[in-house]
């Protein structure tokens, strides 16, 4: 019999972030695998099939009301299993099972860029429900690591299952690029930066780095992507003192549809994360042929493989001649933009769904969860 699995959005009536779609895509991957999923979803219903959960659309409602409203919803739906996917309200259920997707702990391992409330979820709530959920999925080794040791989890209840790209992250014609860089307004050539505006994800240090980058040659223009989230202050300090605003363009948050456009007319894709478990926007970069500069930090060297250059996020020089090393060597971007097309071709959603798929079954059938 084909198991019925409640599937929890939340948040996703906002600009989604990489949560977001990695919830999205997830429900509409499983449900073209043939899991019946039933949409949970926290606020009022706006379409047909879902089910709503109304006072529970903000955090702090989801974690107390919400809480009483998804065991309701459980009982009514007979469902067998829900999956929390997004990981930071792991489920206070009894009579169904539980699965959370948690993606990463960055209170425990970056604190000092989490907000007060993340800090209260993660220090507080998590450790206290964790334990209790059947099954803990996340998309990388390091963050799985992470996972068992702040957190205390089991180490054969946490499994890896790597996030994806979807057909439309690839690289695009000419025709396609030019006429959504007009209509935002971007110059070529340009460097971009996807994510949102917060203190993991390094954009100080990114702008010193570019400020460096411009003594070696001025035409390059730096493209940040993304909604402006806690302490984003510091960001837009740096640029004024830099004397960086005509060259530093800030989009706010973009429509999916753009974001292969702009990761396409991109000269160079430039992600120096302090912290990440999976690290979307470098799988989604290469998927569409651009040259990337990341991290060498937590996931994104297991992401990236050999396909991107990888330096210390807290090596502002390190930085600046990274860029300046793939955007003044053809030979290199032309290898780099190879190597990640291959490697994004390794990544899919239906591979996904699949192994979700089944770790639900594992979970309702009693088996033994191997963790890897």
């Not at 099939?49 to 409203?69: D, E, H, I, K, R």
């Not at 989230?229 to 363009?249: A, G, I, N």
Request: net charge positive; hydrophobic share 45%; with cysteine.
């Amino acid at each position: 019999m084909t198991p019925r699995v409640g599937f929890l959005n939340y948040a996703l009536d906002r600009a989604p972030g990489g949560i977001g779609r990695y919830t999205s895509e997830l429900t509409r991957a499983l449900s073209q695998e043939g899991v019946s999923v039933t949409v949970l979803w926290a606020g009022r219903a706006r379409a047909s099939g879902v089910v709503g959960m109304p006072g529970a659309g903000l955090l702090p409602g989801l974690l107390t009301l919400g809480q009483a409203q998804i065991a309701l919803a459980a009982r009514h739906h007979r469902l067998d299993l829900v999956h929390d996917p997004t990981g930071s309200m792991p489920l206070l259920l009894t009579g169904v099972r539980r699965v959370a997707t948690v993606h990463d702990v960055i209170p425990y391992v970056h604190p000092e860029t989490s907000s007060t409330l993340d800090l209260l979820i993660y220090r507080l709530w998590l450790p206290l429900i964790a334990p209790r959920l059947d099954a803990i999925i996340t998309g990388s080794e390091y963050s799985r690591t992470d996972i068992i040791r702040y957190l205390g989890i089991a180490a054969e209840k946490v499994t890896v299952i790597p996030a994806a790209v979807g057909p439309e992250y690839r690289p695009l014609p000419e025709e396609e690029i030019q006429p959504t860089l007009a209509r935002l307004r971007i110059g070529r050539p340009y460097i971009l930066f996807v994510g949102s505006i917060e203190p993991r994800k390094n954009l100080v240090r990114l702008l010193e780095a570019f400020s460096r980058l411009r003594k070696w040659s001025k035409q390059w223009t730096l493209v940040i992507v993304g909604a402006r989230k806690w302490k984003h202050s510091p960001v837009f300090e740096m640029v004024r003192r830099l004397e960086l605003e005509p060259y530093v363009r800030f989009t706010g948050f973009v429509p999916d549809d753009d974001l292969p456009v702009l990761y396409s007319g991109a000269s160079l894709v430039v992600y120096p994360s302090l912290y990440e478990g999976f690290g979307l926007p470098v799988l989604e970069a290469m998927a569409c042929g651009a040259p990337v500069v990341a991290s060498s930090t937590s996931s994104l060297p297991e992401v990236a493989g050999d396909a991107a250059l990888l330096v210390d996020p807290f090596d502002v020089a390190a930085l600046a001649e990274a860029m300046r090393e793939v955007l003044s060597n053809q030979d290199l971007a032309a290898r780099l933009c190879a190597r990640g097309l291959a490697r994004a071709q390794e990544f899919s959603w239906r591979r996904t769904a699949r192994e979700v798929a089944i770790l639900y079954d594992r979970v309702l059938n009693g088996k033994e969860i191997t963790g890897c």
